[in-house]
Protein backbone atom coordinates (compact mmCIF):
# COMPACT_ATOMS: atom_id res chain seq x y z
CA UNK A 1 0.00 0.00 0.00
CA UNK A 2 1.52 3.84 -1.17
CA UNK A 3 1.81 5.97 2.06
CA UNK A 4 -0.56 8.84 1.88
CA UNK A 5 0.60 12.40 1.84
CA UNK A 6 1.63 14.71 3.97
CA UNK A 7 -0.36 17.88 4.61
CA UNK A 8 0.46 20.85 6.26
CA UNK A 9 -3.08 22.19 8.54
CA UNK A 10 -2.67 25.61 9.18
CA UNK A 11 -4.60 27.94 11.44
CA UNK A 12 -8.05 28.75 9.40
CA UNK A 13 -8.23 24.78 8.65
CA UNK A 14 -8.45 23.72 12.80
CA UNK A 15 -10.37 26.50 12.92
CA UNK A 16 -13.26 25.62 10.16
CA UNK A 17 -13.38 21.49 11.30
CA UNK A 18 -14.17 23.21 14.97
CA UNK A 19 -16.36 25.97 14.59
CA UNK A 20 -19.82 24.75 12.97
CA UNK A 21 -20.64 28.45 12.25
CA UNK A 22 -17.60 28.62 9.24
CA UNK A 23 -18.12 28.31 5.76
CA UNK A 24 -15.46 25.63 5.57
CA UNK A 25 -16.93 23.42 8.17
CA UNK A 26 -18.41 20.86 6.15
CA UNK A 27 -14.83 20.51 3.83
CA UNK A 28 -12.98 20.01 7.02
CA UNK A 29 -14.93 17.89 8.81
CA UNK A 30 -15.14 15.40 6.15
CA UNK A 31 -10.63 15.74 5.36
CA UNK A 32 -10.55 15.40 9.48
CA UNK A 33 -12.48 11.85 9.25
CA UNK A 34 -10.04 10.40 7.24
CA UNK A 35 -6.69 12.18 6.95
CA UNK A 36 -3.48 11.57 5.89
CA UNK A 37 -0.35 12.01 7.98
CA UNK A 38 -0.40 15.88 9.05
CA UNK A 39 2.09 18.36 10.53
CA UNK A 40 1.49 21.72 12.00
CA UNK A 41 3.73 24.13 14.17
CA UNK A 42 3.08 25.40 17.73
CA UNK A 43 2.55 29.04 15.97
CA UNK A 44 -0.86 27.46 14.25
CA UNK A 45 -1.78 25.59 17.46
CA UNK A 46 -1.24 29.25 19.64
CA UNK A 47 -3.26 31.20 17.04
CA UNK A 48 -5.86 28.55 17.62
CA UNK A 49 -5.96 28.68 21.15
CA UNK A 50 -5.44 32.68 21.01
CA UNK A 51 -8.46 32.54 18.14
CA UNK A 52 -11.09 30.64 20.59
CA UNK A 53 -10.02 32.28 23.41
CA UNK A 54 -11.02 36.03 21.84
CA UNK A 55 -14.45 34.68 20.45
CA UNK A 56 -15.46 33.00 22.77
CA UNK A 57 -13.68 31.30 26.46
CA UNK A 58 -10.76 29.83 28.39
CA UNK A 59 -12.85 26.69 28.90
CA UNK A 60 -13.23 26.49 24.49
CA UNK A 61 -9.70 27.63 24.10
CA UNK A 62 -8.67 24.47 26.53
CA UNK A 63 -10.87 22.29 24.72
CA UNK A 64 -8.75 23.31 21.35
CA UNK A 65 -5.83 22.86 22.74
CA UNK A 66 -7.19 19.15 23.75
CA UNK A 67 -8.19 19.14 20.55
CA UNK A 68 -4.90 19.11 19.39
CA UNK A 69 -3.76 16.82 21.60
CA UNK A 70 -5.88 13.91 20.54
CA UNK A 71 -5.94 14.63 16.73
CA UNK A 72 -4.60 11.68 15.02
CA UNK A 73 -2.16 11.71 12.65
CA UNK A 74 -1.03 15.15 13.79
CA UNK A 75 2.99 16.35 14.21
CA UNK A 76 3.50 19.30 15.96
CA UNK A 77 6.45 19.91 14.39
CA UNK A 78 9.27 22.41 16.43
CA UNK A 79 10.07 25.79 15.27
CA UNK A 80 13.53 27.03 16.55
CA UNK A 81 16.07 29.63 15.22
CA UNK A 82 16.78 28.31 11.96
CA UNK A 83 12.82 28.27 11.03
CA UNK A 84 12.30 31.37 12.38
CA UNK A 85 15.09 32.72 9.72
CA UNK A 86 13.95 31.12 7.23
CA UNK A 87 10.46 32.33 7.50
CA UNK A 88 11.93 35.95 7.99
CA UNK A 89 13.80 35.63 4.74
CA UNK A 90 9.86 34.64 3.28
CA UNK A 91 8.39 37.50 4.78
CA UNK A 92 11.04 40.03 2.71
CA UNK A 93 10.13 37.73 -0.37
CA UNK A 94 6.64 38.64 -0.23
CA UNK A 95 6.98 41.98 1.54
CA UNK A 96 3.98 43.62 -0.15
CA UNK A 97 1.89 40.61 1.76
CA UNK A 98 0.00 40.93 5.24
CA UNK A 99 1.55 37.80 5.93
CA UNK A 100 2.52 36.37 9.22
CA UNK A 101 5.35 34.84 10.99
CA UNK A 102 3.34 31.94 11.83
CA UNK A 103 1.93 31.95 7.65
CA UNK A 104 5.76 32.22 6.76
CA UNK A 105 6.96 29.54 8.60
CA UNK A 106 4.53 27.21 7.38
CA UNK A 107 5.50 27.96 3.57
CA UNK A 108 9.16 27.13 5.38
CA UNK A 109 7.98 23.47 6.07
CA UNK A 110 5.95 22.84 3.21
CA UNK A 111 8.88 23.30 1.01
CA UNK A 112 11.35 21.80 3.25
CA UNK A 113 9.20 19.14 3.65
CA UNK A 114 7.91 18.92 0.05
CA UNK A 115 4.38 19.11 1.23
CA UNK A 116 2.05 19.01 -1.60
CA UNK A 117 -0.94 19.32 0.17
CA UNK A 118 -2.24 22.71 2.38
CA UNK A 119 -5.03 22.37 4.49
CA UNK A 120 -6.01 26.11 4.74
CA UNK A 121 -8.47 28.73 3.81
CA UNK A 122 -5.68 31.75 3.89
CA UNK A 123 -4.44 32.47 0.41
CA UNK A 124 -1.12 33.59 1.78
CA UNK A 125 -0.56 29.58 1.90
CA UNK A 126 -0.84 29.08 -1.51
CA UNK A 127 1.82 31.38 -2.75
CA UNK A 128 4.74 29.18 -3.45
CA UNK A 129 2.44 27.24 -5.27
CA UNK A 130 1.54 24.61 -3.01
CA UNK A 131 -2.52 23.97 -3.52
CA UNK A 132 -4.56 24.93 -1.22
CA UNK A 133 -7.22 21.83 -0.15
CA UNK A 134 -10.15 24.41 -0.53
CA UNK A 135 -9.61 25.05 -4.52
CA UNK A 136 -8.72 20.89 -4.94
Known amino acids: ?3 RVEAYVDT ?3 IAFTDKSDTF ?3 FRRLFADPPRLITT ?3 VAE ?3 WFLRRYDSSRALQ ?3 LIDELEPLAVSAVGAREQQAAAAILRRFADQDMTLADAIGLHLMRERRIRSCWSTDRHLGLTG ?3 VIHQ
Do not use: D, K, T, Y
Open 1 to 3: MAS
Open 12 to 14: SAL
Open 25 to 27: HPL
Open 42 to 44: PLV
Open 48 to 50: GHG
Open 64 to 66: FLG
Open 130 to 132: VPL
